[in-house]
């Protein structure tokens, strides 16, 4: 049976993913927005949410549960929705000594 972590949207940024609107496709979401929580075994994903609607920590609209460790799914008011995490774009030494060497500073 796969397993499934639960990352929860922090609290602070809970109205604002409420109030976004239902886009198609698979949701950009920031790793630095979620407190990473609980995991559990389930058949799929959909029985996962149903154990944990029975705790006093049920999943709430925003927070995110990832399959086997690769699959990335957000809670929405449809259900759960394919997402992934944004990688942030690391700058490297060498890139910015080069273009600072081209702007002259």
Same mark, same amino acid.
């Given at each position: 049976?796969?397993?499934?972590?639960?990352?929860?949207?922090?609290?602070?940024?809970?109205?604002?993913?409420?109030?976004?609107?239902?886009? @198609?496709?698979?949701?950009?979401?920031?790793?630095?927005?979620?407190?990473? +929580?609980?995991?559990?075994?389930?058949s799929n994903r959909y029985a996962a949410w149903q154990e944990l609607k029975g705790t006093n920590d049920p999943l709430q609209i925003?927070?995110?549960?990832?399959?086997? +460790?690769?699959?990335? *799914?957000?809670?929405? *008011?449809? +259900?759960?929705?394919?997402?992934?995490?944004?990688?942030?774009?690391?700058? @490297?030494?060498?890139?910015?000594?080069?273009?600072?060497?081209?702007? +002259?500073?």
């Amino acid at each position: 049976m796969p397993s499934y972590r639960v990352f929860r949207l922090k609290e602070n940024l809970r109205a604002h993913f409420r109030q976004l609107p239902h886009l @198609s496709g698979v949701a950009q979401l920031k790793l630095r927005d979620y407190v990473e +929580g609980v995991e559990i075994t389930a058949s799929n994903r959909y029985a996962a949410w149903q154990e944990l609607k029975g705790t006093n920590d049920p999943l709430q609209i925003g927070d995110v549960m990832v399959e086997d +460790g690769t699959d990335l *799914f957000v809670m929405k *008011f449809v +259900g759960l929705e394919p997402a992934e995490w944004i990688v942030p774009e690391v700058k @490297s030494l060498e890139a910015e000594t080069m273009a600072a060497t081209v702007s +002259g500073t």
